[in-house]
Nanobody, 124 residues
Framework: QVQLVESGGGLVQAGGSLRLSCAAS????????MGWFRQPPGKQREFIAAINGSGGRTTYSDSVKGRFTVSRDNAKNTVYLQMNSLRPEDTAVYYC?????????????????WGQGTQVTVSS
C-alpha cells in the first residue's frame, strides 16, 4: 500500500514556473513507477509524465514535452514535476500516481495508487 500526498500547486502567471512534489509513504518507493496526470475543469484526467523506479527513464505527453520535467529522489520518497513556461491551458488539478513494477505507463487505469490532487491555475 502506498499513500501519496501532492503539494506545490498555486496561482501563477503565464510564462511562470511551479514545482509540484509528491511524497510517498512506505519503504519500497524505488520499486514503483510514478506518473503525473492532470484534470482540467470539465475534462477527463490526462497523462502528463512518468518516471521509472530508478529515475533513469521518463516519458511525457506532447502537450508538456520540453516544458515539464519529472524527477524523483528515492532517498526522500518523493517525485517532482518541474513546470516551466506555463500556459493558461495548463490550468488543472494535478495528480501523482504510483504503480508497482519497473514499467512506466501512460494510462489512468494502469495506476493503482493516487494522491488527492493539487490545483494549478495559470492566469493570462
Amino acid at each position: 500500500q502506498v499513500q501519496l500526498v501532492e503539494s506545490g500547486g498555486g496561482l501563477v502567471q503565464a510564462g511562470g514556473s511551479l514545482r509540484l512534489s509528491c511524497a510517498a509513504s512506505g519503504r519500497t518507493f524505488e520499486l514503483y513507477a510514478m506518473g503525473w496526470f492532470r484534470q482540467p475543469p470539465g475534462k477527463q484526467r490526462e497523462f502528463i509524465a512518468a518516471i521509472n523506479g530508478s529515475g533513469g527513464r521518463t516519458t511525457y505527453s506532447d502537450s508538456v514535452k520540453g516544458r515539464f520535467t519529472v524527477s524523483r529522489d528515492n532517498a526522500k520518497n518523493t517525485v517532482y514535476l518541474q513546470m516551466n513556461s506555463l500556459r493558461p491551458e495548463d490550468t488543472a488539478v494535478y495528480y501523482c500516481a504510483a504503480r508497482w513494477g519497473p514499467v512506466i505507463a501512460t494510462n489512468v487505469y494502469e495506476y493503482a495508487y493516487w494522491g488527492q490532487g493539487t490545483q494549478v491555475t495559470v492566469s493570462s
